[in-house]
């Protein structure tokens, strides 16, 4: 039942994360997050070349495990690189198929959304060279906003989005995103389910600074009390009944926190707590929603 899974490999590259207390584990430990990943049915995984040493341990990971060219990865372009420019584009992608110990990347994203308007400038060809040279198998675009999710589903170029949403988070459903990705037959693949961690927080740990989210974390603590379920349980839980057609990323900082969530993918959940919660958190602040409002 975890083939919808990916395992997000941010927190194996660098510190990633509002709960973050561990910070990036060392190079075994990120080896055995992904040997646990593999081992629970996790044949996904999502990378960046801004994700510190991410790609480079993702790959040395799964060439142990032998299974490398089994996986199927999705990494995004550098943000600093020229996307106009073809050879430094092309050089950039063989640097991650050098780095992942693969032949073909499986989904090619760009890591900004502001890049869609690139398309029309001559990258929509420079990607489509490369995935019929057989480096790319998919490309893909990372979005923050429903505006551009939209946009993005019109691309004839674009075939996978990656969009953050969580319990708390209904803008691209309410936007009409989800449903216009099964219209248009594009895949959308759900991040930030923990939204950075701060989900799985109690209102008493938040920073100074994420004070103002304390009460909403309050209300996600009585909710888990009236259904007896974990934080992590009703994030999962909800992404995992409310969009069934979703693949859904999630980090880890250790193999046991993956072998947890795996576990609570796996099991059983109250469908009628999520109408509650989408009663509960209809209409969430954005600067709750995007971290880059948090500081």
């Known amino acids: 039942m975890t083939q919808r899974l990916i395992l997000g490999t941010a927190q194996i590259g660098m510190a990633y994360g509002i709960a973050n207390r561990t910070g990036q584990p060392s190079a075994h430990k990120a080896r055995e997050i992904v040997k646990t990943a593999w081992e629970e049915g996790i044949t996904k995984f999502d990378t960046a070349q801004e994700y510190g040493e991410s790609e480079r341990l993702l790959g040395e990971s799964l060439d142990v ?20 420019d073809k050879a430094k584009v092309r050089q950039a992608v063989k640097k991650s198929l050098h780095k992942l110990k693969v032949s073909q990347i499986f989904c090619l994203m760009l890591h900004r959304e502001q890049q869609l308007d690139l398309l029309d400038k001559g990258l929509a060809s420079c990607l489509r060279d490369l995935k019929d ?42 936007a009409g995103v989800f449903q216009a990705a099964r219209e248009k037959g594009k895949t959308i693949h759900i991040r930030s389910v923990f939204l950075q961690g701060l989900i799985l927080m109690e209102a008493r740990d938040l920073p100074q600074y994420m004070a103002f989210a304390a009460p909403l974390i309050q209300k996600l603590e009585a909710l888990g009390v009236k259904y007896e379920m974990t934080r992590t349980a009703m994030a999962l839980s909800y992404i995992k009944l409310r969009y069934p057609e979703c693949d859904v990323i999630f980090g880890a900082e250790s193999p046991a926190q993956v072998r947890e969530n795996c576990r609570i993918w796996n099991s059983f959940a109250p469908g009628h707590f999520v109408k509650d919660a989408l009663g509960m958190f209809s209409d969430v602040e954005e600067r709750i929603l995007n971290p880059t409002l948090w500081d």
């Open 133 to 174: 040279a057989g480096l790319i198998e998919n490309i893909g675009i990372s979005v923050y906003s429903p505006t551009i999710a939209l946009r993005a589903i019109q691309s004839e170029t674009i075939n996978i989005l990656q969009v953050p949403t969580n319990i708390l988070d209904q803008r691209f459903e309410k």
């Open 65 to 84: 495990l032998g299974v490398a060219n089994e996986a199927k990865i999705t990494t995004k372009l550098s943000p600093t690189i020229d996307l106009l």
